[in-house]
T-cell receptor, first 113, second 117 residues
Framework: NAGVTQTPKFRVLKTGQSMTLLCAQDMNHEYMYWYRQDPGMGLRLIHYSVGEGTTAKGEVPDGYNVSRLKKQNFLLGLESAAPSQTSVYFC????????????FGPGTRLLVL | AQTVTQSQPEMSVQEAETVTLSCTYD???????LFWYKQPPSRQMILVIRQEAYKQQNATENRFSVNFQKAAKSFSLKISDSQLGDAAMYFC??????????????FGKGTKLSVKP
């Protein structure tokens, strides 16, 4: 049981390049989330999904797109990377329910030059 | 909009001593959940403890306990008998419960805890 995994762990992009971050979970969770973490800012929600084929915007969605074609996978895309998107990205998953904890992946560090 | 405030960017504690991390939140809702997450240098986010707003009793998990003051909208974390492994960033988080449809987690900016041997 690997939990939540993220690919890649670290990536360097040039401004304008595109990339996709992959999140996979093997816990059969309905809900999945993408966050970004910046120094002094805590975690901020980018997009989330409450089920296969559904996605919704979070607090900071601009510049990102997501897809949830399979229940176990949640992809985060950057169409045209900008230096402001330099951050650590976390994926999380959970079952429905307000008290339920979110299980986080190990994070992806992205540097945009 | 709900907000979560952690007023202590950094804290320090001596090994085996007790430390309290502060968290306040702003909400007009009555049904919600509060969480403390720990993020060690490995960056892995780990749930430490959670509190249901409808419960008056403070949650406890081994050396970790909370002081939940609903009227004051305060949710502090107390770590007793601090250990070197407790050194980490600690995030307070809030989630509104819409009664069947959950809200999203809202995080504070974190408190960096150092433990001195």
């Amino acid at each position: 049981n690997a939990g939540v995994t993220q690919t890649p762990k670290f990536r360097v992009l040039k401004t304008g390049q595109s990339m996709t971050l992959l999140c996979a979970q093997d816990m059969n969770h309905e809900y999945m989330y993408w966050y970004r973490q910046d120094p002094g800012m805590g975690l901020r929600l980018i997009h989330y999904s409450v089920g296969e084929g559904t996605t919704a915007k979070g607090e900071v969605p601009d510049g990102y797109n997501v897809s949830r074609l399979k229940k176990q996978n949640f992809l985060l895309g950057l169409e045209s990377a900008a230096p402001s998107q330099t951050s650590v990205y976390f994926c999380a998953s959970s079952v429905p329910g307000g008290r339920e904890t979110q299980y986080f992946g190990p994070g992806t560090r992205l540097l945009v030059l | 909009a709900q907000t979560v405030t952690q007023s202590q960017p950094e804290m320090s504690v001596q090994e085996a001593e007790t430390v309290t991390l502060s968290c306040t939140y702003d909400t007009s809702e009555s049904d919600y959940y509060l969480f403390w997450y720990k993020q060690p240098p490995s960056r892995q986010m780990i749930l430490v403890i959670r509190q249901e707003a409808y419960k008056q009793q403070n949650a406890t998990e081994n050396r970790f306990s909370v002081n939940f003051q609903k009227a004051a909208k305060s949710f502090s974390l107390k770590i007793s008998d601090s250990q070197l492994g407790d050194a980490a960033m600690y995030f307070c988080a809030y989630r509104h419960d819409y009664g069947g449809s959950q809200g999203n987690l809202i995080f504070g900016k974190g408190t960096k805890l150092s433990v001195k041997p």
